[in-house]
């Protein structure tokens, strides 16, 4: 376990702890007076964004954007890590199972500065900075979105592409879900008076993050309805192609087969001329087949 603690304008103390484990969570509820079954959700790293107030104490689990594009993605715990915060006025608790980067940039940049005036504003900007990691995997999926459209568009797609533009519905359908979560515990964040502008920063950003995946997942849906489409078209062309043959042959085939029985008494077998009929009746029978084709515009 990793410890780290910091005054808040000298007068609170935020304490942030890295892969901590049951015996040591109970430990520090025993110090803060924590409730047993609220340590016990924070232990649960697939648990989803909440919000609860017992005991005296705000207990609010964020999830930030932490995937590696190159990692196969199946569940929301493959795409984001959990976050748990405990606060009071008197102090506030952050627990992750992994170094958070955008925690160390407050540590280092915003605390030190004074520009936290109570737990409240410190979590804010938590909220804030934890909303911000879905920035720039949006902008990514945004474009891999313009890339695979202009591939379908140029009837360059295939299986393949199906497959990722899937990859990528799966991705933006998780960051959504999440996202719609996290509404709760950032409407949940109580702050004094004078913090109202940082609170609706977070909530603007929220708001931005939810727009942006939202019209993600609406594109790929929509290219995954194209290119199944445009699948579905190439099918089509294929038996029309393959329809039109038959319509062509299967009256000559007819014919044929009728002056293929092996029957002694076909009187037309015996006419001189019975072979070159056939032949312009079977041209004449492909002739009209074709006609009536470019006149329902068929061909």
């Not at 005991?55 to 795409?79: A, C, E, M, N, W």
């Not at 900007?125 to 949006?138: C, F, G, K, N, V």
């Amino acid at each position: 376990m990793s410890r780290k603690e910091q005054l808040i304008c000298g007068k609170s103390k935020w304490t942030d702890i890295t892969d901590p484990s049951m015996n040591e969570m109970e430990e520090l509820s025993k110090e803060y007076g924590l409730n047993q079954h609220i340590v016990r959700d924070c232990m649960q790293p697939e648990h989803l964004p909440k919000y609860e107030f017992t005991d005296g104490v705000h207990f609010l689990i964020l999830r930030f954007y932490s995937h590696t594009p190159d990692k196969r993605l199946v569940t929301i715990q493959d795409l984001t890590n959990k976050i748990a915060i405990f606060y009071n006025d008197d102090f506030l608790i952050t627990i992750h199972k992994s170094e958070t980067p955008f925690l160390d940039k407050l540590r280092k940049k915003y605390v030190p500065t004074e520009r936290c005036s109570s737990t409240s504003n410190l979590l804010t900007q938590i909220a804030w900075h934890s909303l911000e990691t879905y920035d720039e995997p949006a902008n990514r999926l945004s474009e891999q979105v313009d890339f695979f459209e202009n591939q379908i568009m140029l009837k360059n797609s295939g299986h393949d592409h199906i497959e990722s533009l899937y990859i990528l519905k799966r991705e933006a359908s998780i960051g959504h879900k999440v996202l719609m979560l996290m509404l709760e515990p950032i409407n949940h964040i109580y702050i004094k008076k004078g913090e109202e502008a940082a609170l609706q920063d977070a909530r603007d950003q929220h708001l931005k993050m939810q727009t942006l995946y939202t019209q993600v997942l609406e594109e790929l849906n929509n290219l995954l309805n194209l290119s199944m489409s445009f699948s579905s078209q190439k099918t089509n062309e294929v038996m029309k192609v393959l329809t039109i043959f038959s319509a062509f042959f299967l009256p000559l085939t007819f014919i044929a087969g009728i002056y293929g029985m092996n029957f002694h008494y076909m009187p037309e077998l015996a006419q001189r001329w019975g072979y070159p009929v056939c032949l312009v009746i079977m041209a004449f029978i492909t002739i009209s087949i074709y006609s009536w084709f470019k006149r329902k515009h068929w061909l």
